[in-house]
Structures are given as C-alpha cells and as structure tokens.
C-alpha cells in the first residue's frame, strides 16, 4: 500500500484547559473520500486547521502530502484545496471577477488562470452566470462558486468543511455527486460533516468523532451497511473510530498504531442520531 497522503499520530489540540483534539490518529489514502463524522464541537473543524498549518497542535505529527504543515505551510497549501463552512466572496464582484482576483494572488499566470476559471465555472453549472455579482447568488451557488475557486488550484487533495450546510435537499443532493466527481478524477477528500445519511452517500471510509472520555466501539461493516445507521446512532463516547469498505473497521485491531482515525475529541455529550445530546460543555474555542 501506498504512503497515506494524509498522517497524523498522537495529534493534540487544547486551548487552556480545554482539550479540542486529544491523541488523533489518522491515515487517509490517496483517492479516497473520507469523513470526519461528529456533532458540533467535537473537533472535526480544529483538526482541518491542524492539517492546513491554519493552527499549532499542542503535540503530536502531521503529514500532509509528505510535508509538515507547520515547517512547510505555503507549499501544503499550493497542492490543498480548502473550502470552509462559510465560503467568503466579495459580492460587489462577479463570479468571473471573484475567481481571477484569487487567481492573481495565488500568481497564476493570466491565459492558463482564464482557461481555468472557465473550465471550473463549466463543471459547477455555472457558465450562465458567469458575469452576475456574487451578491445575486444564492447559497447553493455560493459553494460551487467555492469549489470552482478550489478546482482553479488543481489541488491534491480537496478539503471540505460542512460543505452541505444551510442546503436544500436537492443542492445538497447535487453537491454530494459533485464531491464523487472529484474522486473519479483522482482527488482525495476529506469530508467534515454532522450528518450521517450524506457521508453513507459518498465516503470510503469515515473517521467518527464524538466529544466524552469514552471508547466509541468500532462496529463491523461498512457505515452504509443494514443497521449500521442504528449502532452508530445509539453509541456513546469519545474516540474517533474509523470504519471501512468492505465489512470491518479500517484497519484490525485499531489503536494508537491503528490505520484509521483513532483518536479523543475533547468535550462533552454523546453522538445520538446525527445530533448533540446530553451536552452541556458547549462548542470548543475552533471546534467543529
């Protein structure tokens, strides 16, 4: 097997007395679509920062692409594409404007950047409004906007940050087979979200977190599997646990030497259906 191109051991996040991320262990594969599965605060968000170099770990290793995001942040971020929960555009621009100002501050030259942007704007579907202010976009438009912006790289590995929030079901629909279209192009993604039917929809494997002290217990067959939904919904704990393709978890005997995601997110409560139960810490400082 491959080198994983993305890496973490022992991976720690803690703001004061508060623990965001605790002891991560993660190994994602080059074209694969995995999923940071977990509610609101427990760490899916400040773990993404870790990887970008966005934000110093308190301990532990990472590995993005070969490189250390901390010692090597530009050149991680030249082969990463990031988009975040709330995608940022100047409205008073167009959609072309938009992406050719980005394109000049990431130095690309003026005839392979048109060629870019306009086959990027082809692929989200929005050739029609090419020239419209952001302003008049809604917010499904917003995100392939973002992901446009994000294809303009070329990126290696794209990073989606609750990409489908705030969509209706049939833009969330939309986006999701947009996310498989970036895998059959070789692309790997790490997808964060809080929903569970939408990461049974596109990942390979998915890496659960769930803020508390406990051992989430990996379940056997892949998250889609017939019942799965119900084991996961009424499991309570802490450790992100990977489970993978093809009946098992990610790797056997998972642990801290485990190949999947193995790891505590600091906080409270417990993943009960795709929502936050019993949870009265609240949303840590850059957790998501």
Known sequence: MNAPVIQTRGLTKRYGAAVAVEDLDLDIQGGE???LLGPNGSGKT????????LTEPSAGEISV???????????????????PDAVGFYDELTAWENLRYITKLNGLPAAEAE????????RMGLEGVTHDRVATFSRG?????????????MPRIAILDEPTLGLDPEAARDFLALILKLKEEGITVLLSSHL????????????????????????????????????????????????????????PGAGRSAGGAL?????????????????????RPGGG
């Open 65 to 83: 692409l070969g490189l250390d995001p901390r010692r090597r942040p530009l050149t991680v971020k030249r082969q990463v594409g990031y988009l």
């Open 196 to 251: 569970l039917h939408q990461v049974q929809e596109v990942c390979d494997r998915v890496g659960l977190f769930s803020p508390g002290p406990h051992a989430l217990d990996r379940q056997r067959g892949r998250v889609g599997a017939p019942g799965a939904r119900d084991r996961l919904a009424g499991a309570a704990g802490s450790r992100a646990s990977a489970l993978g393709p093809g009946g098992g978890a990610a790797s």
């Open 263 to 283: 790891g505590t997110a600091g906080g409270t409560g417990a993943l009960a259906g795709g929502r936050r139960a019993g949870s009265p810490g609240g949303a």
């Open 115 to 122: 060629r870019r942007i306009g086959a990027a704007l082809a």
């Open 141 to 153: 438009m917003r995100q392939r906007l973002g992901l446009a912006e994000l294809l303009c790289k």
């Open 33 to 35: 679509v995995f999923g």
């Open 46 to 53: 400040t773990t993404i920062l870790m990887l970008l170099g």
